[in-house]
């Protein structure tokens, strides 16, 4: 919690879906919410729309593939509020959806690593110090059931990789900081109704970033390093 008092969350990928969502939550339980995104003009269209429901948000821009973009939100935040308690790891890209492994480009393949698991892993890097520093952290990767190896077939290999880098990522640097009350776990938010998951999903945004929530506000006993969906673990 930064001096001022305030519980501070950030998310990517925010300006709409689930993201968005999971700001609208946050802010609403009482979190400073800095809502992020790679379009500056969307974000602050996204953030003005919350403000009219009440909570406390502040917009940034950020580029998660950009270590510039990034370096230029930990200096906002090292400026203004020294602290950083809640990381939630949204922003994604699913960009070959059918391709097969034998086929996918691979600038494909690279953009979508550096976007759904370098940039989270760079993210982790900025700002797991902040929460070092003061003793708390939550962080949250937005992952997918297709990134699970129990349940893994064929096709959208780009996506599914990235998910399981994240997943396995989640799992090693849990363990490395497993003496802290810093919580790093993944979720799956299932088939959501966004651009991603399109209009027949059967999942509202508020269902999708339910367990986000959760995990985002875990008590000092929760858990760390898991896999959830709907606030349980799954096989990875």
Not at 21 to 32: A, K
Not at 55 to 82: A, C, K, M, P, W
Not at 125 to 144: C, D, E, L, T, W
Not at 154 to 159: D, F, L
Request: aromatic share 6%; glycine share 10%; net charge negative.
């Amino acid at each position: 919690m930064n001096p001022a008092g305030k519980t501070i969350a950030i998310v990517t990928g925010a300006n709409r879906g689930i993201g968005f969502e999971t700001c609208r939550q946050l802010s609403q339980l009482g979190f400073l919410t800095i809502l992020t995104s790679r379009d500056e003009n969307k974000g602050k269209a996204a953030v003005e729309l919350l403000l009219q429901e009440g909570g406390d948000l502040i917009y940034h821009q950020l580029n998660v593939t950009d270590l510039d973009s990034i370096s230029r939100l930990v200096s906002y935040i090292e400026e203004n509020f020294q602290c950083c308690d809640i990381l939630v790891n949204n922003a994604g890209v699913f960009i070959d959806r059918g391709r097969s492994v034998l086929d996918v480009p691979l600038d494909v393949l690279q953009e979508t690593l550096e976007t759904n698991f370098l940039g989270a892993l760079n993210m982790c890097r900025a700002f797991i110090p902040f929460m070092r520093k003061h003793q708390y952290g939550r962080v949250v990767n937005v992952s997918s059931g297709m990134g699970s190896i129990a349940s893994m077939g064929g096709s959208s290999a780009a996506y599914k990789l990235s998910k399981l880098v994240m997943n396995g990522m989640t799992r090693i640097m849990a363990d490395e900081i497993k003496d802290t009350n810093i919580k790093v776990n993944t979720m799956a938010p299932g088939w959501v109704r966004t651009d991603m998951g399109g209009p027949s999903a059967p999942r509202s945004l508020a269902q999708g970033a339910d367990t986000i929530i959760w995990l985002a506000t875990l008590p000092d006993d929760g858990p760390t390093g898991g896999f959830f969906e709907d606030r349980k673990p799954i096989a990875w």
